[in-house]
């Protein structure tokens, strides 16, 4: 919270004993809006317009960028599936970047039939490169699960994968590659010139 900034009320309890960053307050745990939106199925906007009218408390980093944070008890109470203290703390670290805990939260997302949200999580972990979301990911364009079919973007992803040690991914690349049929050896000659 900046100095001089009110805190929000909430129904759940006063935001004003929430204090972050400050010496002698304790410690709120919180998400960027941006992940806020995504667990709770909600716009940015919408959130937004929440935070103006006062109905959804918030928080302010006090840094460069003044980013908007949302405490993340808030996701226990907007959050369409049953989550546990274990799954918040899972959220915050994939909030904070954490690759493995996006690809958690995601396969939390796919368990409870939300791929759409599942999708985003799967994306962000891919983009740090990790093996297991990337094998995800394929799956979920291969079977057109929370996006629109695609075949050759799910083996991009299954190739991706496998490539960075993914056991699954090139066991599966190698029974594609060995269901394809022998070619002539000029063919492959050809073939090597392109």
């Known amino acids: 919270m900046v100095a001089g900034e009110k805190p929000m009320p909430t129904s759940r309890g ?27 199925e909600q716009s940015e906007r919408t959130l937004r317009r929440r935070i103006a009218d006062k109905s959804l408390p918030y928080l302010r980093d006090g840094g460069a960028l003044n980013k908007v944070l949302i405490p993340l008890d808030e996701v226990r109470y907007q959050i369409a599936m049953p989550i546990d203290d274990d799954d918040l703390h899972l959220i915050h670290q994939a909030d904070a970047g954490d690759s493995r805990s996006q690809t958690d939260v995601a396969l939390l997302f796919l368990e409870h039939g939300k791929p759409e949200q599942a999708i985003w999580w799967l994306e962000a972990a891919a983009k740090q490169e990790d093996a297991e979301a990337m094998h995800w990911l394929a799956r ?16 991009m992803w299954l190739s991706r994968a496998a490539a960075r040690g993914h056991e699954i991914s090139a066991a599966q690349i190698q029974s594609i590659l060995a269901s394809v049929p022998a070619q002539p050896r000029e063919a492959r000659e ?4 392109f």
């Not at 004993?17 to 400050?22: A, C, H, K, M, Q």
């Not at 979920?140 to 083996?155: P, T, W």
């Not at 050809?190 to 010139?193: F, I, L, N, S």
Request: aromatic content about 4%.
């Open 14 to 40: 006063n935001l004003q004993t929430l204090v972050i960053g400050l010496r002698n307050g304790p410690i709120v745990r919180t998400i960027s809006l941006a992940s806020f939106a995504t667990l709770t």
């Open 140 to 155: 979920c364009f291969i079977d057109g699960i929370g996006v629109r079919r695609d075949a050759h973007l799910g083996l």
């Open 190 to 193: 050809a073939a090597a010139v």
